[in-house]
């Protein structure tokens, strides 16, 4: 196999040689090149023509936003957002600007003890790989109508039922990873208030971004949008994000359905586990249920739809022409347990349709 070329930008010259050290030590991977900041940047992309791009947001000169608005614009490339915990809201930014993906380091600096970044900046390298070729910017644009957002929210507060919220009659599950950022916004932006459908989200991610991720959606749209808390219950015309680091599951009692919060082990794969959400929702719900299994790497979901048909619900994968990485929607497509293969942009309308059935 051709080796994946990388330009890593990164105004650390620590970080620099760190990231290509890390790059460099495996077999399928060369760093063709490293920028000082996206000026720099920007005319390495044009003379190397990478595979790949590991950028950091910060930087003098011309900042890792200005890089990916000319990038994706002029010269659309894979780009790898490696960022600090403390610039949560910019990740998002920077995925809603076309990133592929990110990876969070604990500090400005990478720490001398690298190994827990190793494997994942490997990882998330080799996915480019597999990726398809699709614009990542013109996969969301969708054209599909857009609610109108509330009055502005703030941040974190303490979570307070919608007023005159209903337990829902109609959920929708849905699993994604990478890509899976910016098609969520885009799903939400264009759902109504939906008052009689919940929404439960299993989005890849590490702990202490699925809140800032939640913060940003419930500033966007006209539902309810937090990072699910243990015990919260369902309600029509919210949205639960499980939080990174655990997996979410959905429990019953009497009429009621809840959120309950399970620890991860060390062998789990996927966190948070989009099979354990769609196996323990399929089990507690009895009333109308959609999954939708949207693009990533590897499996997760695959088993859920299974069980998810077998309880009576509906399922959807998103297809492969505008899947960012067509593994988590191929693996579901084949076990023949999905209903319905579609684009992005279907996808919302057919969510759409379902939160918001027709009154008779």
Known sequence: ????????????????????????????????????????????????????????????????FTFLRIVMSKMPTPVIVISSHSRK?????????????????????????????????????LTVHSLEPVHFTKRVNMNVPKAEPREQRGGA??????????????????????????????????????????????????????????ERLNRMTSLDIREAEEGMEILGGCVYIAPGGKHMELTR???????KLQDVRETDRYVPSIDRLFESAAMSFEMSMLAVVLTGMGADGAAGVRIVRQAGGRTIAES???????????????????????????????VAKFASPPVP
């Not at 604990?106 to 970044?117: F, G, K, R, T, V």
């Not at 799903?187 to 800032?212: D, E, I, N």
């Not at 009692?253 to 959120?259: E, L, P, T």
């Open 1 to 64: 196999m051709k080796k994946l070329r990388v330009l890593v930008v990164d105004d650390s010259a620590y970080n620099r040689q760190t990231i290509a050290e890390i790059l460099n030590g495996h077999p399928e991977i060369e760093v063709v090149g490293k920028a000082y900041d996206g000026e720099e940047g920007l005319k390495l992309v044009a003379q190397l023509k990478p595979d790949l791009v590991t950028l950091d947001i910060e930087m003098p000169r011309m900042d890792g």
């Open 89 to 125: 809201q910019e990740v998002f930014q920077a995925l809603e600007l076309g990133a592929l993906d990110f990876i969070a380091k604990p500090s400005h600096h990478i720490a001398p003890d690298i190994a827990s970044l190793r494997n994942e900046i490997i990882a998330k390298a």
């Open 157 to 214: 507060t303490e979570w307070q039922a919608p007023r005159a919220a209903q337990p829902a009659t109609r959920l929708v599950c849905v699993g994604a990873s990478t890509g899976g950022p910016p098609a969520l916004e885009s799903l939400f932006k264009a759902m109504g208030t939906s008052p009689q459908c919940a929404f439960l989200v299993a989005q890849h991610m590490p702990a202490k971004f699925t809140r800032a991720f939640a």
């Open 253 to 259: 009692s009497g009429d009621a359905h809840f959120i």
């Open 320 to 350: 492969q022409e505008s899947s960012i990485v067509f593994g988590m929607p191929k693996e579901a497509i084949q076990t023949g347990c999905v209903d319905e293969i579609l684009a992005l942009g279907q996808i919302i309308e057919r």
